[in-house]
């Protein structure tokens, strides 16, 4: 499965940005899916994940209430909503799908080549 993250951008402090997530297969579909970021020097951290009925979500501590995950299976593509992003939200944000043992790990079988994100103040 190929993973192809889209959608970053610059924005300032407030804004709103929606990343998406499109595979290659149909198998997408049958996978949970996350999304992590990593900024310069920090490990890849835990932003959002959902299983693959759109029946759980999770989501990192600093994103819960500002970002929101979705998916729609019928176009193999998975989203994150960002809003009232922050420039600690500033980073590259990677999908990943099918996690080897829990959703909130970055371990996971397929990876996107991420998407940039910068949040001005």
């Known amino acids: 499965v190929q993973l192809q993250a889209s959608g970053g951008g610059l924005v300032q402090a407030g804004g709103s940005l929606r990343l998406s997530c499109a595979a290659s297969?149909?198998?997408?579909?049958?996978?949970?899916v996350g999304w992590f970021r990593q900024a310069p020097g920090e490990e890849r951290g835990f932003v959002a994940a959902?299983?693959?009925?759109?029946?759980?979500?999770y989501y990192g501590d600093s994103v819960r209430g500002r970002f929101t995950i979705s998916r729609d299976n019928a176009k193999n593509t998975v989203y994150l909503q960002m809003n009232s992003l922050k420039p600690e939200d500033t980073a590259v944000y990677y999908c990943a799908a099918n996690p080897i043992r829990t959703p909130t790990r970055p371990e996971y079988d397929y990876w996107g080549q991420g998407t940039l994100v910068t949040v001005s103040s």
């Open positions: 297969s149909t198998t997408f579909s049958t996978y949970t």
């Open positions: 959902i299983s693959r009925s759109s029946g759980v979500t």
